[in-house]
């Protein structure tokens, strides 16, 4: 276990800049979420953590010790990947036990390793089979034991349930963030997922194109976001967004309004007209989509027990004000 610490740390490929200088203490046994977008820079974050990218610039330590300079082996990390990596020729005790043969670990605490990790994630009944004979869960529990093995200082998990269904994805999440807390163990995980992020972080990094746009809980990037991007990035169904001549407000600013803090209103009442498009009835709760005179599209999340409006019915929109958002023509909010 370890701390983990990321200083200024830049990425260029060539003359191109990919990441423009992401700086974190990550505390010992902290879970860190990198989020955001394909092509934003997180998974290129993530290696340079690794040692698998090198570093243009900044520094990044583990345990307080500069690892700029070393081998992804000696910088005590374990890292488990989107696409499992297991050996199909190996069994799954040898595909956990891979590592430690490598680094030439005493053969019966190998398997006390193994045996333990097994029992950890439920895989004993699996130790003599191939990763074939395995479902994608039992795969991706073999990565993360072949992982935990080597009792590294820190975790790092590179998009590790993009290859699940949706339910196993919520069920390994939690086995996922069940599994760190009780191995106290420093975790980077890095996804495109919001649910992930806000479900199993303590704090995210939320990245808009190289850049760490911000840094934070997740229930505090939720109620207070920094940029427009991760105010509409942030959240699900996300924020919606109407200018300020929408609403009668002169200015170039853009107001920003949670789904669920919007209420649908008899027509010519409220502060905006709108038309019905469709909904999305989703059990507990509707989604009422709508269309704006300038065709703005925007979204009102409701308890299910409310009357939804037929299609290309009339409606206005009311909100408090208190739970408006302003952004500039930068994006930054105000």
Same mark, same amino acid.
Request: a negative charge; proline letters at 4%.
């Given at each position: 276990?370890?701390?983990?610490?990321?200083?200024? =740390?830049?990425?260029?490929?060539?003359?191109?800049?990919?990441?423009?200088? =992401?700086?974190?203490?990550?505390? %010992?046994?902290?879970f860190i979420v990198i989020v955001g977008p394909s092509g934003c820079?997180?998974?290129?974050?993530?290696?340079?953590?690794?040692?698998?990218?090198?570093?243009? %610039?900044?520094?990044?330590?583990?345990?307080?010790?500069?690892?700029?300079?070393?081998?992804?082996?000696?910088?005590?990390?374990?890292?488990?990947?989107?696409?499992?990596?297991?050996?199909?020729?190996?069994?799954?005790?040898?595909?956990?036990?891979?590592?430690?043969?490598?680094?030439?670990? %005493?053969?019966?605490?190998?398997?006390d390793r193994v045996n333990q990790a097994a029992k950890l994630?439920?895989? $004993? &009944?699996?130790?003599?089979?191939?990763?074939?004979?395995?479902?994608?869960?039992?795969?991706?529990?073999?990565?993360?034991?072949?992982?935990?093995?080597?009792? &590294?200082?820190?975790?790092?998990?590179?998009?590790?349930?993009?290859?699940?269904?949706?339910?196993?994805?919520?069920?390994?999440?939690?086995?996922?963030?069940?599994?760190?807390?009780?191995?106290? =163990?420093?975790?980077?995980?890095?996804?495109?997922?919001?649910? $992930?992020?806000?479900?199993?972080?303590?704090?995210?990094?939320?990245?808009?194109?190289?850049?760490?746009?911000?840094?934070?809980?997740?229930?505090?990037?939720?109620?207070? &976001?920094?940029?427009?991007?991760?105010?509409?990035?942030?959240?699900?169904? &996300?924020?919606?967004?109407?200018?300020?001549?929408?609403?009668?407000?002169?200015?170039?600013?853009?107001?920003?309004?949670?789904?669920?803090?919007?209420?649908?209103?008899?027509?010519?009442?409220?502060?905006?007209?709108?038309?019905?498009?469709?909904?999305?009835?989703?059990?507990?709760?509707?989604?009422?989509?709508?269309?704006?005179?300038?065709?703005?599209?925007?979204?009102?999340?409701?308890?299910?027990?409310?009357?939804?409006?037929?299609?290309?019915?009339?409606?206005?929109?009311?909100?408090?004000?208190?739970?408006?958002?302003?952004?500039?023509?930068?994006?930054?909010?105000?």
């Amino acid at each position: 276990m370890a701390t983990l610490t990321l200083n200024n =740390v830049k990425k260029s490929f060539g003359k191109t800049d990919v990441i423009h200088g =992401v700086s974190i203490d990550v505390e %010992d046994g902290e879970f860190i979420v990198i989020v955001g977008p394909s092509g934003c820079g997180k998974s290129t974050l993530l290696r340079m953590v690794a040692g698998l990218e090198t570093i243009t %610039d900044g520094e990044v330590q583990i345990g307080g010790r500069r690892v700029n300079e070393e081998e992804p082996m000696a910088r005590d990390i374990a890292m488990v990947f989107q696409n499992y990596a297991l050996y199909p020729h190996m069994s799954v005790f040898d595909n956990m036990a891979y590592g430690l043969k490598i680094a030439k670990v %005493d053969k019966a605490e190998i398997a006390d390793r193994v045996n333990q990790a097994a029992k950890l994630l439920q895989l $004993e &009944p699996y130790l003599t089979r191939k990763p074939r004979e395995l479902s994608g869960g039992q795969r991706q529990r073999v990565a993360m034991g072949r992982a935990i093995v080597r009792k &590294p200082a820190v975790f790092l998990f590179d998009e590790p349930l993009s290859n699940l269904d949706a339910k196993l994805r919520v069920q390994m999440r939690l086995e996922i963030r069940a599994l760190q807390r009780e191995l106290g =163990v420093t975790a980077l995980y890095v996804t495109h997922d919001q649910v $992930e992020a806000m479900t199993m972080a303590d704090r995210m990094i939320v990245m808009n194109g190289g850049v760490a746009d911000q840094i934070g809980k997740p229930l505090e990037v939720y109620a207070n &976001p920094a940029t427009e991007f991760v105010a509409g990035f942030i959240g699900s169904p &996300p924020m919606n967004f109407l200018t300020c001549g929408l609403i009668g407000e002169t200015g170039d600013d853009r107001i920003g309004i949670r789904p669920e803090h919007m209420r649908l209103a008899d027509a010519g009442e409220g502060r905006l007209n709108a038309q019905a498009a469709f909904c999305e009835v989703l059990g507990a709760e509707t989604l009422v989509h709508l269309r704006c005179v300038d065709g703005t599209q925007v979204t009102v999340r409701q308890d299910a027990a409310k009357a939804i409006p037929d299609e290309g019915t009339n409606v206005g929109l009311s909100w408090a004000g208190a739970n408006e958002m302003r952004f500039d023509s930068n994006g930054q909010r105000i």
